[in-house]
Every structure is written in C-alpha cells, then in structure tokens.
C-alpha cells in the first residue's frame, strides 16, 4: 500500500509545484474511452503508465461492472496511482465488490454483500472477467480497500457522490489517516443497523429522502420504492420532481406536490468534485463550486468526461474535456 503513503503530503508538494488536476469521471470498465480521453488531454504512456507533464488525475470512483475491459481499466488506474500519476476515491461498485468478497463474522457462510441474483447480476461481468481467479479477486479486492472514500486538497474536494459535512466529520473515527476504510470496520459498513452503514450510504451512493405518503414511484425492476435519492447540489426546489433523481418514465403519483427546501446542503468555499449520478447531454457545471464528471460511460451513447482544474475558485464549463 506504499502507493498511497504520505498522500496528502505529496499532494501538497504537488500543490505547491502549481500541478494541476484532471478530474475524471465513472469509467465502468470503459477502457478504450480511458486511453482516448488521457491521451486528448496530453497524457503520454510510458513504461510508467500514462504521464503528463503538468497534471495529474484523480479519479471519481466507479472503475468496475457493466464495461467490457475492466481490468485492463485497473491496471491503467493502479499503474497511474503507483507512479503518482493519478490519486482515486472509491466508488460504490468499488465498495460493493469489498462486500460480496468478504466473509460475514456474525453470519458465517454469508458474505457481507449478499449473493443474491440482483447483485450477481450488478457485478456478473467483473466475475467473469477475473476467470474465476480467486488470488487475482483478492489482489484487486485488497487494492478497492486502499481506496480513501474521499479526497480534501488544498483547493479541491473529491467525493463519489456526496460532500455532506455532518456525515464527513461523523465518519472520520472509522477512517484511518489516508480516509480509508479501517478493516476492522468493514463489518459494520455493510450492516443496516450501525451508522457508518449510513455514513456509507450517503458519501458512496447519494442522500436520500422518504417520500411522503402516498407518494411512490416503480424502478426498472418494478419494485414499488418509497426512499429516492435527492439533488443534493440544488439551492432550493419546488417540486418534488425537481428535487428527487427519478426518470420521467418511472413516475407513479405525487410528484408534481409543491414543496419548498432549501437544500443549500454543500456551502463551503472549496469546490467538490464527484461521479455517480449518471447524467447526459451536454457536460455542465451544476454550480461554480460543484462539479459532476459522471456523464454515463457506461453506455455506448455515454460519454467519459474529464474537468481540468488550474486552480480556480470559480469553476466553468469550458473546463470540460470530453
Ligand atoms: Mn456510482
């Protein structure tokens, strides 16, 4: 794990060098649209790993499942990350694989990710790709492990999908120095009834909100859910439709209440960068200080989106590389 010591001290070395970073977003295995996006950025590959003379990555999280070259989109990553190339957090997929790999204590015979045919499903195509090689499953479970579930710079934060300040402060005494995960923690992450299951929840997945009743909506299994993620990023919203993450198509009932929040969750001065939330169209800052380089490259139509920051204040959206 030597790759990952004295992080934040490299970092700041790197910082005050006036090295800049080149924030990419989810890559689900999309390998190809990785070496094309480092190489319109300038990256050169070495024989160690692709390099820039003036930036650096740092990757959102979010590098397994779905995709068709997920390894080789690890050992692009880990190659970068070793040569202090690239830093990364960890993505939800990233956590869950910990999970499914992990031997429950309190359930012996269980694993901390239940293998049931949902899951199987989310993670089926890292599975066969690792071809059933279970020391190569643990070399890269070991390495999702070294992964801090966040990034505070001297200019920047980076986050999979959400900066909550209560939830960053409430979460520190499970991390180590580095922010990641301390594996005698593992356990409780992934157990609904301690908090840092919640911790979890909201910095790797996104916040949630109960709906009220009589509100509800289908998702693509057609399970009815009363629980949707929110835009943490807006100021405020009048709907409930504005406010929730839920396709047009999954629309039940309810939607089109009128509410007013004040959401304002995330205030603080340094902009924050994070993956996650599947978006299209055109890449767009969702304010001058919050940034989401996650514009589907999961899918074919998707793009992988990458934010160049020189260290300004104010972020724009010509900053975008795609
Ligand atoms: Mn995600």
Request: aromatic fraction near 12%.
């Amino acid at each position: 794990m030597d790759y990952h010591n004295d992080l934040y001290s490299k970092i700041a070395q790197i910082e005050k060098r006036g090295d800049m970073f080149d924030i990419i977003g989810d890559i689900h295995g999309q390998a190809t649209k990785l070496k094309q996006l480092l190489i319109k950025l300038g990256y050169k590959k070495t024989d160690q790993g692709f390099t820039h003379n003036e930036y650096k990555v740092i990757f959102v999280g979010d590098f397994i499942d779905r995709g068709p070259h997920q390894l080789e989109t690890l050992a692009i990553i880990k190659e970068m990350i070793d040569n202090q190339n690239a830093y990364a957090v960890m993505g939800n997929h990233e956590f869950n694989a910990i999970g499914w790999m992990t031997p429950s204590a309190q359930h012996p015979d269980t694993f901390l990710r239940k293998h049931n045919a949902i899951h199987h499903k989310q993670h089926k195509i890292f599975l066969e790709q690792l071809g059933h090689n279970e020391a190569l499953h643990q070399y890269w479970i070991e390495w999702f492990k070294s992964l801090p579930l966040f990034l505070d710079l001297a200019h920047i934060r980076v986050i999979h999908a959400c900066w909550d300040n209560q939830c960053i402060d409430r979460i520190l005494p499970y991390l180590d120095e580095r922010h990641c995960l301390k594996a005698q923690y593992i356990e409780q992450a992934f157990d609904p009834t301690c908090e840092l299951f919640e911790y979890c929840e909201t910095l790797l997945k996104g916040k949630e909100i109960t709906l009220p009743d009589g509100v509800y909506y289908q998702d693509k299994e057609g399970t009815t859910r009363h629980r949707s993620r929110i835009k943490w990023w807006l100021k405020r919203a009048d709907t409930l439709r504005k406010l929730c993450m839920i396709p047009d198509a999954e629309c039940i009932k309810g939607l089109e209440q009128k509410i007013d929040i004040n959401l304002e969750l995330y205030q603080d001065k340094k902009p924050v960068f994070f993956g996650h939330y599947w978006f299209s169209g055109k890449p767009a800052i969702l304010t001058p200080k919050m940034v989401c380089v996650d514009y589907s490259a999961a899918l074919d139509s998707g793009k992988l989106v990458a934010y160049r920051y020189q260290g300004e204040s104010q972020l724009i959206n010509q900053h975008f590389i795609y």
